[in-house]
């Protein structure tokens, strides 16, 4: 159903408007520091099933929950001195814990995709932040675009995917960090890597003082423990082809580094330029209607993340 998408503004009337809206059951795209999320009552079954539907999502693609502190995450998921310990170094911020769901949280099932885990953040950015106290609950809320496609970094990305098919989409501008968070689980104890994101995995090890570990290989594909861990994912309509030196025939180069392109990633090799480039950059590149072509960027630090995106974008689909 065709609906009008009003674009906001963060100052307080628009945000009132939009906490509104999500009382109301509806849908609001909002801003993070990482990408802008499509954001629901995470306690209203029928709104979270909304974004499902608006998105084309996979129903077994469990959904984060936002918050605006750890008193309020703690209200929904049961942390392990681990996670309260990552929370408390690095929320408000890009990192999501899944950890153990609350039975008396009240978050409706069809925001974990009915498993016994939650995902949970506190997002960093200022206009999130108000837009949760204003609301006072939590939202969920995955990236704002049509599923499986490039992630929006800006309100003009919103609305280009779902002008019309969402009550509003609050502008604050693009986003800071540019990928997704970065998404730690447990299995058997031990912290492990379900989704590398705007926080290196080496500063988490580093923060617990042990490694962080891969996922088990054997995880079932059809229930994802975290968003994200699709095969295929963050995909341009065009074809991908990674680690390019030189563009072939017909393609859009996206450069880094040494290697040029018709645009780039990032000139000096900057990682973090990289990252926060990233998605729109692919949304330009995707514009032109030709292949694209992306050099290669090192698996360091954020480099692990956007390899990830990257990867997930090639896949067959």
Known sequence: ????????????????????????????????????????????ADAVARIYEVKGRPSFNPLIVHAPDLPTAETIGIFNNQAKQLATT??????TLVVPLLPESGIASIVTAGLD????????????QDLLHAFGGVVAAPSANLSGRISPTTAAHVM???????????????CEVGVESTIIGWQAGRPVLLRPGGIPIE????????????????????????PGMLSSHYAPQASVRLNAKAAEDGEFLIGFGAVTGDIT??????????AAKLFDTLHRADETGRPIAIAAVPSNGLGR?????????????
């Open 117 to 128: 885990t939650i995902a949970i953040r506190v997002p960093a950015h200022p206009v999130a």
């Open 90 to 95: 690095f929320w408000p911020g890009a990192l």
């Open 203 to 226: 500063a988490i090890s580093d923060s617990l003082g042990q490694a962080v570990t891969l996922p088990a290989a054997n995880m079932d594909p059809s229930r994802p423990a975290a």
């Open 305 to 317: 993340a956007i390899n990830d995106r990257l990867r997930r974008a090639a896949a067959p689909r």
């Open 1 to 44: 159903m065709q609906v009008e998408t009003r674009l906001l503004t963060p100052e307080a009337e628009h945000l009132a408007y939009a906490a509104m809206r999500l009382a109301q059951g509806h849908l609001v795209a909002m801003p993070t520091e990482t990408v802008y999320g499509l954001a629901a009552n995470a306690r209203n």
């Open 160 to 174: 280009g995917g779902l002008d019309g098919k969402i009550a509003a989409v609050i502008d604050a501008g693009p």
């Open 265 to 274: 990633l990032s000139a000096t090799g900057d990682m973090v330029e990289a």
